[in-house]
């Protein structure tokens, strides 16, 4: 199959730098936007090359026609895509949905290290959708709503409840319900069937890995990204007063600060190595 067009956002640092280059990885019902917000400039800063992408079907990537069509396989061949487009090694940081796209690149050793944020549980997606629609049976009456352009007082106090620390203000709530959009009915069943589908819960490869949770998420609280954190025998922080969507939420700055730390210790090895890039040509 030819390669879709795929779209990202570059911000590139001040200065030249021969750190690793980041790639970016959103969840699901968001784009590459969601790392515009505050983390690519944050990174742009420091000093890291950053790329964020919009997997097929979200954005201004190729596919929105037959966006509930596509599955996390198409948005794993979106990312391999890119991240064998770039002229140095990488890191790879997703967020919910995009952590498990991460994790697939780490165990093909496609990336030199990986931050999950907020990732998918190992067994899926199941347990905390049936929990979610117990306590808010509106929820996903209310985010079909917001994508579809409508937004109303209820759907972002459900927004809040559902994704954002207890003192999130209007302003971001408007913000976050602007960058959000339909995701893939398939993609969104695959995630839900994690644990009896392709997931391996095999050793990984032994690269160095970050998790990231919120003290106060609601869809993948701490003690379910643990396991995650142990597969990969990773470093484990939760940030205080921060829930799901810690990328945008009020306290972004501490989580961003915990990765950016976590970055700066890692051994210098991970820097400047070229990647073995496909010899198929590559559309960004």
């Known amino acids: 199959m030819a390669a879709r067009q795929i779209h990202t956002i570059q911000r590139a640092p001040h200065t030249a730098s021969t750190r690793p280059a980041l790639l970016f990885l959103h969840g699901g019902y968001v784009d590459a936007r969601s790392w515009d917000a505050h983390f690519l400039a944050y ?84 347990e905390s959708a049936s929990r979610l629609f117990m306590k808010y049976p509106r929820f996903l009456c209310e985010v079909l709503n917001v994508t579809g352009g409508r937004v109303s007082a209820g759907a972002l106090r459900l927004i809040k409840d559902v994704y954002f620390s207890p003192t999130t203000r209007p302003e971001t709530l408007l913000r976050f319900a602007g960058l959000l959009q339909p995701e893939s009915a398939r993609a969104i069943c695959d995630l839900a069937l994690l644990g009896c589908w392709r997931w391996s819960l095999e050793k990984p490869p032994a ?45 972004w700055e501490r989580c961003a600060a915990a990765v950016l730390e976590w970055l700066e210790a890692l051994a210098p090895c991970a820097a400047s190595r070229p990647v073995a890039v496909d010899e198929r040509a590559f559309v960004l």
């Open 43 to 126: 990174f742009a800063n420091a000093g890291y090359e950053c790329h964020a992408l919009d997997f097929s079907g979200h954005g201004r990537s190729e596919g929105r026609e037959y966006l509930d069509a596509l599955s996390l396989d198409d948005y794993l061949a979106d990312a391999r895509q890119v991240i064998q487009g770039l002229d140095r090694a990488a890191v790879v940081v997703g967020h919910s949905m995009g952590s498990f796209i991460a994790e697939r690149l780490l165990e093909e050793s496609l990336a030199e290290a990986g931050v999950l944020m907020s990732p998918v549980p190992t067994l899926g997606t199941l």
């Open 207 to 251: 690269l160095p890995a970050l998790v990231v949770g919120g003290e106060l998420d609601t869809l993948f609280p701490p003690e379910m990204i643990r396991p995650v954190a142990r597969r990969w025998s990773a470093e484990l922080r939760i940030v205080p007063d921060t829930g799901h969507a810690l990328i945008v939420d009020e306290h």
